[in-house]
């Protein structure tokens, strides 16, 4: 072995670290599943556990809100047709490293009231790329219900932030929304629902 290799391999050794450290912080750059999986793991601590105190709406001027949603079936809903009903809506995106991280909590969700008549869990793809929000579940072996815009989405539910996630109470007016990454598999969301369920 020469000086030159010598040298390389010295300076490789005693940069290691450094080199290790660079690489995981490009892979969580650059990756959005690896990002995801940091990220489900600080779900799990509890750090983004949202308050659920519901939003005093003024019952002379609110009004349930209007929009289009159709899945990949073809079969469409308007939030209109929905009073009477509690609504839960996820909006995110297959690329959103959040997004993928809290999903598996509001599968966990959506296990508990998928047989509610009065609580409806919605998750939906703002992008409208169904094939690729289908693979998506898939992959992960989500049974979530996938739905896309067919209309505008009224600015008071999703302003960009992504994930959102805005409840709706059973009049159709906006009784929670949390901005960003949450746990929904844990007791406090399910109570939260059943309280509105009784409105």
């Not at 929904?184 to 939260?192: L, M, T």
Request: glycine residues 4%; aromatic residues 10%.
């Amino acid at each position: 072995m020469n000086f030159t290799q010598n040298k390389i391999i010295t300076m490789v050794k005693k940069h290691a670290f450094t080199l290790i450290i660079g690489a995981l912080a490009l892979t969580l750059l650059f990756v959005p599943e690896a990002k995801a999986f940091v990220q489900k793991g600080l779900i799990k601590t509890g750090i983004f556990n949202p308050s659920y105190e519901k939003i005093e709406t003024d019952a002379t001027t609110a009004s349930p809100y209007s929009m289009n949603l159709v899945n990949a079936k073809g079969e469409s809903i308007n939030l209109q047709e929905m009073e009477g009903k509690v609504v839960f809506i996820n909006f995110w995106a297959t690329w959103c490293p959040p997004c993928i991280a809290e999903m598996p909590s509001i599968q966990v969700l959506y296990n508990k009231f998928k047989d509610d008549e009065e609580v409806l869990i919605l998750t939906v793809e703002i992008e409208r790329k169904t094939e690729k929000a289908e693979a998506f579940m898939q992959k992960r072996n989500l049974t979530l219900p996938v739905y896309y815009p067919n209309s505008a989405i009224p600015k008071e539910l999703f302003t960009g932030t992504l994930p959102t996630t805005v409840i709706l109470d059973k009049k159709g007016n906006l009784a929670h929304t949390t901005l960003g990454m949450a746990d929904y598999s844990k007791n406090d969301i399910v109570e939260f629902l059943n309280e509105l369920k009784a409105y």
